[in-house]
């Protein structure tokens, strides 16, 4: 590739609708377009540690994640190399020894809660989207997600929320909001913010 790639971030709360979001960009300009690296693949393999300690581990602290190895990633990207992306296992909270091949694209698209809350990550990014959905919709957002999708106890969802959502979201993800070029309130439903983004990034491609 001789033009470098247009390096997308979009970041939000768990439950803001974030995903939403994202798939509206990546269907609206095309997926042939569009590399979607997400900040989750990048979790830190807990392999070594049992079981029953790993899912007592706070996973919404930055420091759960490899984000050196994503910077590494986009900046290799940037100069035209594939990328061996992570995969991650959710369920027992460790990293594949397989990885997935992923060659640059025209728009690097990285999303995730914390990547605003990263100074050398932030400072790869060309447009920084923030979503921004209250905090009551996005405690029901995830405990629906969590219960129907994930299987978990109503109570483990809570106590996860109250012991690490909650606070990580206040320390960490809130005042990351600053750094945004573009906030869309409530998420996916805005259609009209959503059109605006859409033709912003459709302008820079052009």
């Known amino acids: 590739m001789s033009d470098k790639p247009l390096i997308l971030g979009v970041a939000g709360g768990s439950g803001s609708g974030k995903t939403t979001v994202v798939n509206k960009i990546v ?22 540690i049992p079981l029953e300690e790993r899912v007592k581990q706070n996973f919404d602290h930055p420091s759960s994640l490899e984000t050196e190895l994503l910077i590494r990633h986009i900046e290799a990207l ?6 061996e992306l992570p995969i991650y296992d959710f369920v ?3 990293r594949s020894n397989k990885t997935l091949k992923k060659a640059p694209k025209s728009i690097i698209l990285v999303d995730g809660i914390l990547i605003f809350a990263e100074p050398d990550l932030l400072d790869q990014m060309d447009i920084k989207i923030f979503v921004d959905t209250d905090g009551d919709v996005r405690l029901l957002r995830r405990l629906n ?5 994930r299987g978990r106890e109503l109570n483990g969802v809570l106590n996860q929320y109250e012991r690490f959502v909650r606070p990580m979201h206040l320390e960490f993800v809130e005042p990351s909001k600053r750094y945004a070029d573009i906030i869309i309130p409530r998420g996916g439903e805005n259609t009209i913010a959503l059109e605006m983004v ?3 990034i459709k302008g820079k491609l052009a």
């Open 27 to 48: 269907e609206a300009i095309g997926e042939d377009q569009i590399l979607l690296l997400q900040h989750d693949s990048y979790y830190r393999d807990l392999s070594h």
């Open 78 to 83: 940037k100069e035209g190399y594939q990328i």
């Open 92 to 94: 027992a909270h460790t």
């Open 145 to 149: 997600r969590d219960i129907n999708e």
């Open 198 to 200: 859409i033709a912003l």
